[in-house]
């Protein structure tokens, strides 16, 4: 037994078991999976985040057969872990284990992955008459809720994508949770319950406020101009079939003025990071998929998007695994910040997830909460730079050196998952019932105001904005200034009409 794993404590000695033994048997070069599992000597052992712990009795015949079967069977379908074991297996050890339990569940579903991963065929006889079942379970991780029947492996292939690009999600308690509340049935429930006008005011709000994030999660501070062209892109989501081509255009929109951008996929090497002051050496956050890749990487994306719309996977959780995945590929040069945002939007929008003309604001809660954003992208960027071998190039980039392609099709998209949806529940609970609440009692305002005196709309909305900014009370300034034509009766009756109007519910306060 022992108290740490590849730098990793656990809760309590133990014996590393599954993807964890086959990871140190065979030496793989694979980052670590988010939680892994291992066999302790109690029989109520305590289960963490990181770590599965098991009872004596779960412990797995320490063979390569049995270590795998407890995988597959414990921790579900690592497929970068698979994918590197393959490299290394004979494939006749493979179609050993298989023969010996035809009939397995296990052994069938490993003869799919096989097959499917390496393209290989395995010299294993027909199973006979056995009930086909999913290749991944549902139970365990989120899969398509139909597929197509693998008659040779008897076997329904519900996995989410397809070799090119396939991200798993665990289910978690959390997941499990985010899912019940049923956001999508909730927002709509509230534009039922709303005035076609007010929510048409609302979503134009929110489209802009959504576009505005986005680009200050850049850093960026453009034009209202430019704010408000990337919000009517937004608001097109959904619209048209994802392909390299459309993502294409997507960059031109985003880049603008591409005199000083490359546009289209990237011919080089890519990293986020920054450079030695001294040596202008590359530093790198994180380093994205090579040139050579990016083709057939980027149409996986698409093909996953295509295949999760048509059979059934959550949206959310399709949304995480291709927005977070398309950035770490990070395809073009400049762009792949917004892209992957408008990603997010792309696969709800398509889902039918978000009332029809209602964009979710998720860059604005994304910026609410940007350094949990950060570490959520580097909870598999960061330990993926000790597997990447490169070099820098004398143009300042990077050249990577080793095989990476399997790093950005095969991740664990969970913590991605997990963080969308939370996401996701502050634009429902939170952004969305709070603006409409803002436009009603606007309205109320507006209307009562009218009644005391002659004003424009402009001045009425001017108006508000002083009293949301000074709480309630008119300053100063704005009575000596904008306002200095008000009785002091009017003023006081126009601040009771503000109180009267929010209802004490906040509506009309920053």
Request: net charge negative; charged share 25%; aromatic share 10%.
């Given at each position: ?19 964890a ?55 579900g ?59 991944v ?44 509340k ?5 927002a ?121 719309l048509?059979l ?11 927005a ?20 997010i ?35 598999y ?24 392609a399997?790093?950005?099709?095969y ?8 963080f ?46 002083f ?44």
């Open positions: 037994m022992v108290s740490d794993f590849r730098g990793r404590a656990l809760p309590e000695p133990g014996s590393p078991a599954g993807y033994a086959l990871i140190e048997e065979y030496d793989l070069k694979v980052p670590l999976p988010p939680r892994l599992t291992a066999t302790t000597g109690r029989h109520h052992p305590v289960s963490t985040e990181n770590w599965q712990l098991l009872t004596p009795r779960h412990q797995p015949a320490d063979t390569f057969q049995g270590q795998l079967e407890f995988a597959l069977k414990w921790e379908i690592d497929l970068g872990i698979l994918a590197a074991l393959f490299r290394v297996v004979p494939r006749q050890e493979i179609g050993q284990i298989v023969q010996s339990k035809p009939t397995g569940v296990y052994a069938r579903r490993l003869w799919f992955l096989y097959e499917w991963i390496t393209s290989r065929t395995l010299d294993v006889p027909d199973p006979g008459k056995v009930r086909a079942v999913p290749v379970d549902p139970e365990m991780q989120f899969a398509l809720g139909e597929g197509p029947l693998f008659s040779r492996h008897k076997v329904i292939n519900n996995m989410p994508g397809n070799r090119n690009f396939c991200p798993m999600v665990r289910r978690t308690e959390k997941l499990e949770r985010f899912a019940a049923q956001f999508a049935r909730r709509r429930e509230i534009a039922g319950q709303t005035h076609p006008d007010i929510m048409a005011r609302a979503a134009a709000f929110l489209l802009l406020a959504d576009s505005k994030s986005s680009f200050l999660i850049e850093g960026e501070r453009p034009p209202a101009l430019r704010i408000a062209r990337w919000g009517q892109i937004i608001g097109e989501a959904g619209s048209l079939k994802l392909s390299v081509a459309e993502l294409e255009r997507l960059q031109r929109i985003v880049i603008g003025d591409a005199r000083f951008v490359q546009l289209g996929l990237r011919t080089g090497g890519g990293f986020v990071g920054t450079y030695d002051r001294d040596t202008k050496v590359p530093l790198p956050e994180h380093i994205c998929a090579k040139a050579e890749d990016l083709e057939n990487l980027v149409d996986g994306i698409a093909h996953y998007d295509s295949r999760v048509d059934g996977l959550d949206p959310v959780v399709a949304a995480a695994a291709i977070f995945g398309f950035v770490y590929v990070h395809p073009f040069v400049d762009g792949n910040g917004r892209l992957h945002r408008w990603l939007h792309h696969v709800l929008a398509q889902a039918g997830f978000n009332p029809p003309g209602l964009v979710f604001p998720v860059s604005a809660a994304i910026f609410r909460q940007i350094d949990t954003y950060r570490r959520v992208l580097q909870s960027s960061r330990p993926l730079l000790n597997f990447i071998e490169w070099t820098p190039t004398p143009e300042g980039k990077v050249q990577v050196l080793n095989d990476t399997d790093y950005y099709r991740f664990d998209a969970t913590a991605h998952a997990e969308l949806y939370e996401c996701v529940e502050q634009t429902v609970e939170r952004d969305l019932p709070d603006e409409v609440a803002h436009l009603q009692a606007y309205d109320r305002f507006a209307r009562a105001v009218e009644n005391i005196v002659d004003m424009p709309n402009q001045q009425i909305e001017l108006l508000w904005h009293l949301r900014q000074g709480k309630g009370v008119l300053s100063k300034r704005a009575r000596t200034n904008e306002f200095a034509a008000l009785t002091e009766v009017e003023v006081n009756e126009i601040q009771e009409l503000y109180a009267d109007s929010i209802g004490g519910n906040g509506a009309g306060s920053e």
